[in-house]
């Protein structure tokens, strides 16, 4: 069984909520990954509980110990990030596979700048710089209603709203999408038709948000967590892995 193959049953063995199938299908590493992420959010919550009980000894444990882990899932970013950039995006022939592959690398550095500490400027900048090269993979080799160049400008648009507060760029971008999805609606493909209209409706929702939210600026906190596309964004990737 290939590579894609495996990616494709875990994914499925996921949705399905058979954990133990979904670990059959992925090689030691990633399952080290996903145990270390795991670990991460369960000795973080733990961290959490023991300060709002003032347990200062306890807290000093388990935050060198999530220190351990922190180290841990920096390694494991780094090496993924270093496959990806020397390997599979180079070698990625499709533009599915290539927006996939960028939207990844962003995937990745907020994981290892989440693990590692307040870098949030570098982190932003190497996102950012992600996040031009899928979109502009995404224009070229994808229509404007395909469900994963929109959910790529869904995401890019609330990545600038929220990250770095550039609500204009984020509405621009997000009309743009919708725009241009729109004026090509007629071509839709029955199978991407309720994926592509789901995130379409986000970004009108977001862009709802963002110009009321700006017209009201008593209300800022409103727009502290826009939509965001996930089972739609998901079933779109999933097929591009098969």
């Known amino acids: 069984m290939g590579y894609e193959d495996s990616v494709y049953l875990a994914k499925l063995a996921e949705q399905a909520e058979r954990y133990e199938e979904m670990v059959e299908n992925m090689n030691l590493q990633e399952r080290h990954w996903c145990s270390s992420c795991a670990s991460w959010r369960i000795v973080t919550s733990i961290e959490q509980k023991e300060e709002s009980k003032g347990n200062?000894?306890?807290?000093?444990?388990?935050?060198?110990?999530?220190?351990?882990?922190?180290?841990?899932?920096?390694?494991?970013?780094?090496?993924?990030?270093?496959?990806?950039?020397?390997?599979?995006?180079?070698?990625?022939?499709?533009?599915?596979?290539?927006?996939?592959?960028?939207?990844?690398?962003?995937?990745?550095?907020?994981?290892?700048?989440?693990?590692?500490?307040?870098?949030?400027?570098?982190?932003?900048?190497?996102?950012?710089?992600?996040?031009?090269?899928?979109?502009?993979?995404?224009?070229t080799d994808l229509a404007p209603t395909h469900p994963i160049r929109l959910g790529l400008a869904l995401n890019f648009s609330v990545f600038y709203y929220e990250i770095l507060n550039s609500p204009d760029q984020a509405c621009h971008l997000a009309k743009q999408a919708f725009d241009d999805a729109i004026a090509e609606l007629d071509t839709l493909s029955e199978e991407s038709y309720k994926d592509s209209t789901l995130i379409m409706q986000l970004l009108r929702d977001n862009l709802t948000l963002w110009t009321s939210s700006e017209a009201e600026p008593a209300a800022p906190e409103a727009a502290a967590a826009p939509a965001e596309t996930k089972e739609a964004e998901a079933e779109a990737e999933n097929r591009c892995t098969r």
């Open 56 to 139: 200062s000894s306890q807290v000093t444990l388990i935050k060198e110990y999530r220190q351990k882990i922190e180290a841990e899932l920096a390694k494991i970013c780094e090496d993924i990030l270093e496959v990806l950039d020397k390997h599979l995006i180079p070698s990625a022939k499709s533009g599915e596979s290539k927006v996939f592959y960028h939207k990844m690398v962003i995937t990745t550095v907020y994981l290892a700048e989440f693990a590692i500490g307040d870098k949030r400027k570098e982190s932003a900048d190497k996102s950012l710089e992600a996040y031009k090269n899928a979109t502009e993979v995404a224009q």
